[in-house]
């Protein structure tokens, strides 16, 4: 059976956001510390009582994650929302042992836009608090705002397309957001030292060749990588409207693998 969440506050300066917390589901010294967050196409708009099907996948393997909830009430614009994750990942990381255990590593998750904040987060976490990222863990990340590529065409299959065109319009509202690396992780051009990864798609997913492309590309660049392509009947797509699946199991294994590997 699940382990209940529970709701909290963590205090940035005069700014309080709130984040559930969902214990791991077994017994594991120093546990991973899992920063989580979900997509809803750069929206949120799920209800805060409706657990993430991703961030209980991420605990079942024995981490204690952490959602943030990212939009609080306000839009979801960049870069505003990169740097509020950021420094709940600073915080996290000075507190470790409040959540899971002082020697606990840190990861940084998120499924669609939300893994386009984490993919986000790595890379101005590689620049700002080196060493401080043990990894990031990409569900079908959201990178690429062309939405150019053969795969996407898919989206309109399962009623995507357009949300994610307007979440895209939502999030790049600054002059520079559509070219930056933070932003659109698929174009940076320096991906070098980023914290090993660890990127799970399907074959029948809308955004797997973007999201192939960039682990391509984060191993070129010497990045410790690991990716899960799920076959098709893994109800994966079912991720973009938080149904759990057949999926869950196997995002849990494979956490659990790269977490062995790091250590």
Not at 71 to 78: G, H, N, S
Not at 96 to 106: I, P
Not at 140 to 158: F, G, K, N, Y
Not at 243 to 262: H, I, K, P, S, Y
Request: proline residues 6%; contains cysteine.
């Amino acid at each position: 059976m699940a382990m209940p969440w529970t709701e909290m506050e963590i205090t940035q300066g005069e700014e309080s956001l709130p984040v559930r917390v969902y214990p791991c589901a077994v017994a594991v010294k120093s546990a991973p510390l899992v920063l989580y967050f979900a997509g809803d196409s750069f929206e949120q708009t799920t209800p805060r009582d409706v657990e993430r099907p991703g961030a209980r996948a991420l605990a079942d393997s024995g981490a204690v994650v952490v959602e943030v909830a990212y939009a609080q009430d306000r839009p979801v614009i960049f870069p505003q929302a990169i740097e509020r994750g950021l420094q709940v990942l600073l915080r996290l990381s000075l507190r470790k042992k409040d959540f899971a255990g002082a020697r606990s590593r840190l990861f940084v998750a998120g499924d669609e836009a939300g893994g386009n904040i984490a993919a986000g987060i790595a890379l101005k976490a590689r620049d700002h608090m080196p060493g401080g990222l043990s990894g990031q863990v990409l569900l079908s990340p959201l990178i690429d705002p062309q939405m150019a590529t053969s795969s996407i065409r898919r989206a309109d299959e399962i009623g995507m397309r357009q949300r994610w065109a307007d979440g895209w319009s939502r999030y790049l509202q600054c002059a520079f957001g559509h070219t930056h690396p933070y932003a659109a992780p698929c174009l940076c051009s320096r991906l070098s030292g980023l914290a090993p990864a660890l990127i799970v798609t399907a074959e029948d997913d809308p955004l797997r060749d973007e999201i192939m492309a960039y682990a391509k590309r984060l191993g070129d660049a010497g990045v410790f990588l690991r990716q899960h392509i799920l076959g098709p009947g893994r109800d994966w797509t079912g991720i973009y409207s938080g149904q759990a699946g057949r999926w869950g199991e196997d995002v849990t294994q494979a956490f659990a693998a790269f977490v062995a590997e790091l250590l």
